[in-house]
């Protein structure tokens, strides 16, 4: 996620395929970031240190 951020933010075509490119964008703004890539690593790192069985999207409502 990180290598395509930086591969378009220098101006480089996307390496993603559509279905890639709607997984990484993980805050639907129509980009792939660093912002995606941190609420990854959040998501990651809550599975790592819970055994709580949850999808990335009940993860993100429980922080609003």
């Keep these: 996620m990180l290598s395509e951020y930086a591969r378009t933010a220098t101006g480089k075509d996307s390496s993603f395929n559509i279905v ?8 639907n703004n129509g980009k792939i970031d660093s912002v ?5 690593l959040s998501y990651y790192s809550f599975l790592s240190t ?15």
């Design 36 to 40: 995606d890539a941190s609420r990854v």
């Design 50 to 64: 819970h055994d709580d069985d949850i999808t990335i999207e009940e993860f993100f409502n429980m922080a609003q």
């Design 20 to 27: 890639q490119f709607y997984a990484a964008d993980i805050d």
